[in-house]
């Protein structure tokens, strides 16, 4: 049987002091998969990106982590000096956020793909969270993967969310990889998940035709371990098929 086509936004890096690569981390490929869908990755063309025919093509969208940050001009602020950017990256995602919601594709973001929804919908971020006042730092520590990706702070969900639904209760801890987070929700989003300092750490796009959640954590890391992680990938995987059957 054929599987539902999961599109997944390809980082843009120059490597081995050599060539640009499009990639993506292995990990979010496989939770595609886990979910039941076909990934599929989609080269960062930028604005080039033929949008309609892509949206064509594809059941879902997951739009991933990367340890590149969003360029800062989309959100308004000032530029910061040395930072990593993934300017192909910026320039494919956030106008397919938005065509994928307007066509009502079924959308799963995560930490950068989190923080790609806000910016893409009129949302801005922290440059680093960290150096903010009342904040914590919600950067990953430890050497192994392992210790990365270990849970790191509790979330307390909104009560009548979404994730509060898939979660079974008003609370869970989860994993942070991430030195900048949400300073101004875009209007179109509703929060459906707070860190104990108040951060935004998931939310949902209010008006959605399909299913449309990203949080700031990483619920593919070892998803089929963590209930929440498998109940929100199983229920993206199952709004994609959905599609998919639709579409049929
Ligand atoms: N660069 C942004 C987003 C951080 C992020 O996506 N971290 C995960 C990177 C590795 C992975 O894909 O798991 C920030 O620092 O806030």
Not at 30 to 35: D, F, H, K, L, M
Not at 43 to 50: I, R, S
Not at 184 to 207: C, K, N, T, Y
Request: charged share 20%; net charge negative.
């Amino acid at each position: 049987m054929k599987r539902p086509v999961i599109g997944i936004p390809c980082c843009r890096w120059w490597l081995k002091e050599s060539q640009f690569f499009h990639l993506a981390g292995e990990k979010y490929i496989r939770a595609a998969e886990g979910a039941g869908g076909l990934p599929l990755l989609l080269p960062a063309l930028g604005e080039t990106t033929p949008l309609e025919q892509v949206l064509s093509l594809v059941d879902g969208l997951l739009f991933t982590g990367s340890p590149s940050n969003i360029e800062p001009h989309h959100y308004g602020a000032a530029r910061v000096a040395g930072d990593f950017n993934d300017p192909a990256r910026d320039a494919t995602t956030l106008p397919l956020i938005r065509a994928a919601i307007a066509a009502g594709v079924p959308v799963l973001g995560i930490c950068r793909g989190f923080q790609e929804i806000n910016v893409a919908f009129g949302g801005s971020l922290y440059a680093r969270v960290h150096e903010v006042d009342g904040f914590a730092d919600h950067r990953d520590r430890g050497e192994t993967l392992a210790e990365q990706y270990a849970p790191a702070h509790p979330v307390s969900f909104v009560p009548g969310g979404v994730l509060e639904r898939l979660a079974g209760g008003l609370r869970a801890q989860v994993n942070s990889l991430h030195g900048q987070g949400v300073e101004r929700l875009a209007p179109a989003l509703e929060a459906e998940a707070h860190a104990p300092d108040g951060l935004v750490e998931a939310f949902r796009v209010r008006d959605a035709r399909a299913f449309a959640l990203a949080v700031q954590w990483h619920p593919e890391w070892q998803f089929r371990d963590d209930p929440l992680s498998l109940a929100i990938f199983k229920a993206f995987g199952a709004a994609c098929a959905e599609r998919q059957a639709a579409r049929a």
